[in-house]
């Protein structure tokens, strides 16, 4: 049994998803960041995290990789060129996508008000842009980012994409459109989105 802590709103839907996709049984402790639970388990104050037995995962990306790699689905195994191809989206999105969106909320909400830039993000918006574009070519007439198998970049991007959505980053690309529509379209993530957004 796994216990998720943070609030669905957050990057923790990453990890939401991962175990509906998975077929896990869970535990759901929502949380916001810097909230007592939360700063417990993580001296960032940061969320998700995931208690395993004792130990606590932390970082999303990190738990989402942990889970797949231990229940043998979402991923290519270690070691393996289609590993290397896999980790260079996760990478990828990590650095270009999700830090373009954190770097701005930083700057909208999160740092205090003396220490924020917004201008910033029309500057960010101009680099997403490029690397959107990078990502179309790579994803190309594939279904998943992996061609037709369904992995761990594949929630980060989707993800991703909410969150653009949800706070003003363009995405124009048709073919990046079909892409995230196919995959919010999965049963588990309509599971998750249900948890997230209660009717």
């Known amino acids: 049994m796994y216990t998720l802590v943070g609030s669905p709103k957050t990057r923790a839907f990453r990890v939401l998803w991962a175990l509906e996709e998975l077929g896990l049984e869970y535990d759901l402790v929502p949380d916001n960041p810097r909230g007592e639970t939360a700063s417990t388990?993580?001296?960032?104050?940061?969320?998700?995290?995931?208690?395993?037995?004792?130990?606590?995962?932390?970082?999303?990306?990190?738990?989402?990789?942990?889970?797949?790699?231990?229940?043998?689905?979402?991923?290519?195994?270690?070691?393996?060129?289609?590993?290397?191809?896999?980790?260079?989206?996760?990478?990828?999105?990590?650095?270009?996508?999700?830090?373009?969106?954190?770097?701005?909320?930083?700057?909208?909400?999160?740092?205090?008000?003396?220490?924020?830039?917004?201008?910033?993000?029309?500057?960010?918006?101009?680099?997403m842009e490029r690397s959107l574009k990078a990502l179309e070519q790579r994803l190309g007439d594939n279904e998943f980012l992996m061609g037709d198998k369904f992995t761990v970049p594949d929630i980060l991007l989707t993800h991703c994409a909410g969150w653009m959505r949800g706070t003003g980053f363009p995405l124009e690309s048709d073919t990046l459109r079909a892409y995230v529509r196919r995959n919010i379209n999965r049963d588990a993530y309509k599971k998750a989105d249900a948890i997230r957004n209660p009717a």
């Open 41 to 127: 388990l993580n001296p960032t104050g940061k969320i998700p995290s995931l208690k395993v037995g004792e130990a606590t995962i932390i970082d999303s990306v990190a738990i989402l990789q942990y889970l797949a790699d231990k229940h043998g689905a979402l991923t290519y195994a270690a070691g393996t060129l289609e590993r290397a191809a896999q980790d260079s989206f996760t990478q990828f999105i990590c650095d270009e996508i999700d830090g373009a969106l954190w770097t701005a909320a930083r700057n909208k909400f999160v740092n205090p008000e003396e220490k924020r830039v917004p201008a910033i993000k029309d500057i960010l918006i101009w680099e």
